[in-house]
């Protein structure tokens, strides 16, 4: 999968489906995975804005995605330095 560039949280909910989809899996399978309902993965598909972000990290590590932060503009310092 090429890397996808999220500029806003509602495209979250879009690609959490596209990712179960490709996958070949259905709602309440992902749900089996996270150990939730498939009530809570409709809901995650429909609005994740409010996903908090350690179970964003969880469903996202269950479809096999990482996460990468990149700035939007060359740091200066390190990172620990922030």
């Known amino acids: ?3 996808v560039l999220l500029l806003k949280v509602e495209q979250l909910s879009i690609l959490i489906r596209s990712l179960r989809e ?3 899996w259905s ?3 992902l749900a ?3 150990n ?3 009530q809570a993965v409709s809901r995650m598909e429909k609005d994740a804005s409010g996903l908090a972000f350690a179970r964003v990290y969880e469903v996202l590590a269950v479809l096999d ?3 990468v ?3 939007r503009r060359p740091f200066t310092n ?3 330095g922030w």
């Open 36 to 38: 939730t309902s498939q």
């Open 27 to 29: 709602q309440a399978q």
């Open 69 to 71: 932060a990149e700035s």
């Open 65 to 67: 995605v990482q996460l």
């Open 22 to 24: 490709q996958k070949g």
């Open 32 to 34: 089996r995975e996270l």
């Open 1 to 3: 999968m090429k890397p």
């Open 78 to 80: 390190s990172v620990e």
